[in-house]
């Protein structure tokens, strides 16, 4: 709450700054703030104001607080700016954030830009922009900290100094041969402790942890997060070293997987996973709606026709119709609950393809277990509601719930081996079908039931 507070006091404060159009308060309090607070503060302004700050400040610091400014205000500013202030900006971002920002301009703009910058930057963005996106590639930066072999702490430190304005991090620094291959890496704090004339070699950790360009993205996110470690080195099909991935990036490309997937879960499609919900036009959030629930709408005419195929049995007992919510509900929430474990466990890792068949025998015992539960549970409410269902919404509630969690469990298998996103076996799509299956069980079982029992129910149902 105070942290809160505070970023509403200064808000006010830079509004007032503005209005009275004192600038030198605006620069100092700017360059008081961290980037990414000063960014939060200033998105609450439009982008001529917020395009008139960053005019006050030196080019370096302008950039670093740029890059945390979401895209939409990044973008109206940088249509504001003449070609020379852009280039400039361009040049003092970070290499993965001038890729990024440039990936956002039309295929024309995009070559332009580039070719106004210096030929090593040129080289650079192209280089990391040949990389597919969604790979570890497409997510390194290649502003990280080389040693030499033959360096010594002292050595070290002294380059540290000079390659600490453009570097990523200078916590670690990679010891690598003329063939850019890695032979060892080095912390900060290890260089710091070290006798000055002590060779980095001796003190090296040479078993390096190390990712590949062409891995999926969310392999950085498992790896630094298991591993603890604030960057890893990224090499190319060679085995050299071209860039690394520290962990903002990581925690970024962790930001949107988890955003993407509980848009999937809840059956959203296109880009609003990339889109802020708070500026998204209203079209596209419909249009990212609309598909799924459309398909669902069909999808769902299947319980309509079969409820319409036991006609004859609902009329016979129409007491059938009171449970008929309770429990296609009870199954489809317990086919949601175990996609939604299983969504996450196939997400860090936990569970791969060939633990299906394990995973699928200890999901029948705990669905059998739970279904137990809530069966006794139902009967319990058919005990005062209607006697005469008892068997059959408690053995329904039995089946449906074991049927709901193993179509939970199963569906985002069977997505992952058709190469699709497991994330798409959404809480929904998981619903519909166990919509489906609840009725087909419930109405089936008191067809089974009420036929082999007629003559006990006549007394209660008229036919």
Do not use: C
């Not at 591993?227 to 990581?250: C, E, F, N, W, Y």
């Amino acid at each position: 709450m105070e942290t809160l507070m505070n970023t509403e006091v200064l808000r006010d404060q830079l509004l007032q700054f503005f209005e009275l159009q004192k600038a030198s308060e605006i620069k100092d309090l700017l360059e008081r703030l961290h980037p990414s607070v000063a960014s939060e503060i200033l998105e609450a302004f439009e982008a001529e104001r917020i395009a008139t700050a960053l005019d006050l400040l030196d080019s370096r610091l302008r950039a670093d607080l740029f890059g945390y400014l979401s895209e939409d205000i990044q973008h109206a500013i940088a249509k504001n700016l003449p070609e020379k202030s852009l280039i400039d900006l361009i040049h003092f971002l970070s290499h993965d954030e001038r890729v990024d920002f440039l990936n956002d301009f039309d295929d024309d703009k995009k070559e332009i830009l580039i070719k106004k910058l210096a030929q090593k930057e040129r080289e650079d963005v192209r280089k990391l922009d040949a990389y597919e996106e969604g790979t570890v590639g497409a997510l390194m930066t290649s502003d990280y900290v080389a040693l030499q072999p033959g360096y010594t702490a002292s050595d070290a430190i002294a380059h540290l100094r000079q390659e600490a304005p453009d570097a990523e991090t200078i916590y670690y620094a990679y010891i690598l041969d003329e063939q850019r291959h890695v032979l060892g890496v080095v912390s900060l704090k290890q260089l710091i402790l070290a006798r000055p004339n002590r060779p980095v070699m001796d003190f090296a950790q040479r078993d390096v942890i190390a990712l590949h360009t062409r891995e999926p993205a969310e392999n950085a996110v498992r790896a630094l997060s298991k591993s603890d470690l604030l960057a890893m080195p990224v090499l190319d099909r060679q085995g050299k070293m071209v860039g690394i991935v520290t962990h903002d990036d990581v925690a970024d490309t962790a930001e949107e997987e988890s955003t993407e997937d509980f848009h999937r879960m809840g059956a959203v499609g296109g880009d609003l996973g990339t889109m802020s919900l708070r500026t998204a036009p209203s079209l596209q959030i419909i249009w990212s709606r609309m598909p799924w629930l459309l398909a669902l709408v069909f999808m769902n005419i299947f319980s309509g026709a079969g409820i319409a195929f036991f006609e004859n049995t609902i009329e016979a007992v129409v007491s059938l119709v009171f449970f008929l919510p309770l429990l296609i509900g009870s199954g489809g929430n317990a086919g949601a609950q175990a996609s939604t474990l299983m969504v996450r466990a196939m997400a860090i890792g936990d569970v791969k393809m060939s633990n299906w068949f394990s995973l699928l025998r200890k999901e029948v015992g705990i669905a059998l277990v739970l279904g137990i539960a809530m069966g006794l549970a139902v009967a319990l409410v058919a005990s005062f509601r209607a006697p005469e269902v008892i068997v059959v919404v408690a053995s329904t509630m039995v089946i449906v719930v074991i049927t709901g969690s193993l179509i939970g469990m199963s569906l985002p298998f069977v997505l992952s081996a058709l190469k699709m996103d497991p994330a798409t076996s959404s809480a929904p799509l998981v619903t519909s079908l166990a919509d489906i299956a609840g009725v087909i069980i419930y109405f089936g079982i008191a067809s089974w039931w009420f036929s082999i029992g007629a003559d006990q129910i006549e007394a209660l149902v008229p036919f």
